[in-house]
């Protein structure tokens, strides 16, 4: 029966979006270079059945059951080359086939040409075959083509690279957990390689270069292990590459020691390798699903690193930097962002797919306007100086320089050619790729050696427009092809830019409001290695990477932050807002909560922030379906969820508090202390917490001390019991009973103690309350938090709409939502602390600025109690004046603010942003007017 079962597994479909394929595929043990088509890796295993198995199983995810039992005579890894949906046939009566996408030379022709696996749970793998998977790759982007494709029977890796050709190597599988136990992890690497070791996507081990690390705060060392059961299963992904080639034996090696408890800093524990039987060389089906995901969004000319100056493309990392130098001062301009206080920056609509983006620079009195055409296109760029006709304006003494490089790294080599005005792009392994500029270098600019010494560049005077567009090899396959014109390019950035503008119609009225979301967060939208796929930073400002090589690797995840970026892109780039989602869940720390802030493997490992992660992804499974991201993203989240019920539920009455952690050597932002529990609410100096209420020593392990506020926090429990219920329906939806009635039960029990502790008659409000049972009369919208957690009754909801939201002497938000009867200083509504508090006429950051954060929780908890006219109504009242808000700043300065200030006329911050001046989540002021509106 269970042979039976096998031979029916062996027959599975892969989804692709064209024509199914009228032939069989064929197999080849070695895939080939190929631009247009796709890979399927396959895993072929022979089985031997010793007896019959009397269960049956239906369920997919029951496969690891089938054949736990089975003995593996055989592994085969071969290649299927497919453009469409494909039938795998069985290669004899008794054979498994598990499959993995394998990325094509550009990682995937088109975005929407994906391959989605279906029907395989490859790697269940309790199938015993003690080996991983290697791929070693003739590009040092790990894309095809590949060298040679094989398995290694352990994390002892003695590879022999026999060329400078191979630029690097992957290596996949799953770690079996043999025993429970915390689990400290020691890496050795070879020299000259840059290498990154991911165990479940927690980065153990890397090289420094390309950075380092804050003391002890890396997910599974001595200090902060990682915890782990028996015969849990871990995804391994281990990335290697050498920056300046190397040739002869590359040894590698990854072990552990299992520790009892945490360990004081600095200790070394004794390490042994990972026993081969631990290892398996396939993944998870949704593991498998998420790559391709992510594998196919690391593709195409956009602004990939934090440099707006510098248009990369994926997977080889080519980089055109596009400098302005004044002539008369020497001076340039090489690198920058919209934060940057040496020069101005002025953004336009940038497309979800990168076809088309524009932004304006204004540098040492010149403007300049900068238009692109990339995405999965050739890359075409217009670059216009603006008002050289104004005598004030002497554009002739501007050049702008183009020079070419590679980022993160990565190989290959450039060349020049000043007579024709070209750039030449030789990526390792990959193809030729030119950039023609419209005229060609002009060698008698006096350009400041700094800037182009040891540069591979075109320099070209800006007195007029120029322009340069991308082909592959074009110089070398044909001499007197002719430089690209100003006029085609024109025409090029024009259709480009009216296709991008067409797809903000159909939000009607809110077009502009839409375009501002869009916008908020695709000039975020970034890439780097030490991340598996691309994420959505708060900001190109905000860098958290230690002692990084190069500004290439900057970059920093936070919570609820990133969270918020993925709802945001949700309104109309599902791929991007689940690849963000899926990096700032798997950033959580070994003890198992998504931290405070990542990057590059540094954690701010003592706290958390606000738990919105299910909520958020709840909020996407509604708007489009998808199961297998809920399958990836569960256990993450549930995870989350059992840390605050161990570790932040210590006070008296077992409320949520804030706390922060001590470990030993960590002593990053405040570990430890009352201020460290400041930043885990992410309101880092709200009035809500002046004062000193801190109480270390909780409850220990080891070296590992909590420490929490003696407050409990009424927005805090808030949001973990919608955390809470969120998790009940996404374990419903995936089959999780097991975990309904224990999701519930924490949730009434919070829910319960919110309601009968936490609600102020006095005052009428929800009101954090001291451990010593008083009142702590701060209040900030996170009291309204209470309706998202169904605490308040709904003469509770109605009280605090009609002497809170709607006061304008504590949350301004007018009936109408026209802002009538509003002083000056709290024209626009929702300060971050009530008007009438003592912080509120001083400001400063979470002490009465407007945050849409606070906007969007708010929206939520309102929306609880639709069936409350007057909360209804404020409701929409909230919506009107926080979008107004947003459209004044996003109309005038083409911002979107970290923080908003309430002053009618900003006039505290000279009319702009109080904070970062453009920071994604501000953006959610915006979209609470498009879900209202019924635009989500």
Known sequence: ???????????????????????????????????????????????????????????????????????????????????????????????????????????????????????????????????????????????????????????????????????????????TYPETSLYSFNCTFPEGYMVFVWIKDHLVCHTDPPFGNTPSSTDGCPEYPLPAKKGELAPVVIHMYAPDGHTGSTKMSVRWAALAEPLPANATPPVVPVPASALAPGLPAVEIQRRSLQDGLKVGWSLWSYNMLGVVRLPDSSVLTTAICQLSTQQCLEATHIEDTHASIRVGVFANDASYWQYYVGFQGINVSLSFSGGTDALTGLIEPQGCEDPKVNCSDYALVGSARFAWGRRGAVQAAPSTGELTYSPLGLADRVIAFTSPSDATLPLPKAVVSGQTYIAVPLSSAVGFQESVAAAATDATAPPPTIATIRATIAAARAKEYATYSKFGELAEVAEAVQASVMWNWIYNPAEYGPLLPVSRSWDFVKYAVSEDWGYVVFDWDNYFASYLASVSAKDIAYSNLIQVTRSRTARGFVPNYSAGGSKSIDRTEPPIGAKVLLELFKKFNDTWIVELLYDDLLEWNNWFVEERMLGPLGLISLGSDSIAGYTDFAAGQMQGARFESGLDNSPMYDGEMFQTGLKKEGTYSIGQMELYDVGFASMFVSEAMSLVTLAQLIGRDDDVAMLQARAESQRSLITTHLWDEEGSIFTNLRWNNSFYRRISPTSFYSMLAHAASDDQATQMVEKWLQSPKHFCIAPNGDMAGNVDTCYWGLPSIEASDPAFPALGYWRGYVWGPMAQLTYWSLKEYDHVPVVRSGRKALCKQMTALMLSQWTEHRHICENYSPHKTADDHHGDCSGTKFYHWGALTGLITLIEDGYY
């Open 1 to 175: 029966g269970r042979c039976a079962r096998l031979r029916g597994w062996a027959r599975w479909k892969a989804s692709m979006h064209r024509a199914q394929e009228p032939d069989p595929p064929q197999y080849v043990t070695k895939p080939t270079h190929s631009l247009t088509d796709h890979w399927v890796r396959l895993y072929v295993y022979t089985l031997v059945c010793p007896r019959p198995h009397p269960k049956k199983y239906h369920d997919l995810m029951k496969l690891r059951e089938i054949h736990k039992d089975s003995e593996v005579h055989q592994l085969t890894v071969k290649y299927i080359q497919t453009s469409s949906a494909l039938r795998i046939p069985r290669e004899s009566p008794d054979t498994m086939l598990c499959a993995t996408p394998y990325p094509s030379v550009q990682g995937r022709t088109r975005r929407g040409a994906r391959l989605l696996v279906a029907a395989v749970a490859c790697a269940m793998l309790a199938v015993g075959r003690a080996e991983l998977t290697m791929t070693q790759f003739t590009n040092s982007a790990m894309a095809l083509p590949a060298a040679l494709n094989t398995t290694i029977p352990s994390l002892e890796v003695d590879v022999v690279v026999p060329t400078s050709d191979v630029g690097s190597i992957e290596i996949t599988g799953t770690l």
